[in-house]
Each structure stands twice: as C-alpha cells, then as structure tokens.
Nanobody, 126 residues
Framework: QVQLVESGGGLVQAGGSLRLSCAAS????????MGWFRQAPGKEREFVAA????????YYAYSVKGRFTISRDNAKNTGYLQMTSLKPEDTAVYYC???????????????????WGQGTQVTVSS
C-alpha cells in the first residue's frame, strides 16, 4: 500500500496563492492515479482535481477550473496542487488520495480512491 502526507496548507488572503504537496511512500507512485479533495466545516467532502498516473490527463471541479493546477513528479514521488486566486469559499481541509490502476484514467469520485492522506488546512481570509 502507499502512504500519503500532505503539506503546504496555511492562512492566505483572498486573491493569494498556495501550493500543496502530497508525498507518497511505500509503493511505486507512478502506478497510482491521484486526486485532491476538500472538506469544509459542516459540508461533505468534495472533489477538487484528479490526475492520471502518467500526469498526462487532468480533470477539475468547475469551481476551481482555471485557478487550480494539479501536477505530479513521479521521480520525486510527489503530487502537487497549485492554487491561485484563492477565495474564502476555498477554505477547507484538503486531502490527497491515490488509487492503483493499470489504466491512463483519472478518477473524480472519492469511492475510487483506496489511500488517503491526513489532510492539510487551507484558510482564505476575506
């Protein structure tokens, strides 16, 4: 199995930027599709972005498209979520997730993912 550790969260003003990292260990990271999800207080966990195992294919939630960029460096066993033009409604705990796959697909449902990090808090002030 693979272990995931997120970092890079924090407090930022509206309009600012943050880059989240997801460090993977335990298995060959390039065999896993990866995704980012978030959960705000009192709300359900929601999909943010997904990337295929090679990094060629990506997919975004409508609410973050054009502002967030998902990427990965398989040589470093690390995934990233670059967040720009942050809004107060982006405030949430952000989780990275991974799932083993032979395909070139990405996955946008939380039920598709077997492995999760512990989460990192992102707070955007107005």
């Amino acid at each position: 199995q693979v272990q995931l550790v997120e970092s890079g969260g924090g407090l930022v003003q509206a309009g600012g930027s943050l880059r989240l990292s997801c460090a993977a260990s335990g298995r060959t990271f390039s065999n896993y599709a990866m995704g980012w999800f978030r959960q705000a207080p009192g709300k359900e966990r929601e999909f943010v972005a997904a990337i295929s195992r090679s990094g060629i294919s990506t997919y975004y939630a409508y609410s973050v498209k054009g502002r967030f960029t998902i990427s990965r460096d398989n040589a470093k066993n690390t995934g990233y979520l670059q967040m720009t033009s942050l809004k107060p409604e982006d405030t949430a705990v952000y989780y990275c997730a991974a799932t083993w796959t032979r395909s070139s697909m990405y996955f946008s449902s939380s039920s598709d993912y077997a492995y999760w990090g512990q989460g990192t808090q992102v707070t955007v002030s107005s």
